[in-house]
């Protein structure tokens, strides 16, 4: 089964850049298999919400984001490395919050709007926290 790992998250001045990482414990593209892999973010007292989704076999990607993150975030992935990330630039206060990965079924990256609750496999999530 596939395990995520997140990782890169951390403080960080308004302004600036993180990078964080999402590792999977097994390939991300098979010959048989594509995966969905999502980021999502929690900030205190608000719900789960899409960040950007990446389909691991064409690489396409699906921004889930509203206006406040639109030009900031850009999903990638390195096949090689079954790693997913997320540069995020240009932070803002209202950023903070703990960023998950999940990832699900390769067709759930061809969805216009897919609840968290789709994807079967998430990591434990890293804190992101943006100081004015």
């Known amino acids: 089964q596939m395990q995520l790992v997140e990782s890169g998250g951390g403080s960080a001045q308004a302004g600036g850049s993180l990078t964080l990482s999402c590792a999977a414990s097994i390939k991300i593209v098979t010959k048989q298999s594509t995966y969905c892999i999502g980021w999502f973010r929690q900030a205190p007292g608000k719900e789960r919400e899409g960040v950007a989704r990446i389909e691991t076999g064409g690489g396409t990607t699906y921004y889930d984001y509203d206006d406040s993150m639109k030009g900031r975030f850009t999903i990638s992935r390195d096949n090689a490395k079954n790693t997913v990330y997320l540069q995020m630039n240009s932070l803002k206060p209202e950023d903070t919050g703990m960023y998950y990965c999940?990832?699900?079924?390769?067709?759930?990256?061809?969805?216009?709007?897919?609840?968290?609750?789709?994807?079967?496999?998430w990591g434990q999530g890293t804190q992101v926290t943006v100081s004015s």
């Open positions: 999940a990832a699900g079924p390769g067709f759930l990256c061809a969805v216009e709007s897919i609840p968290p609750r789709r994807f079967g496999r």
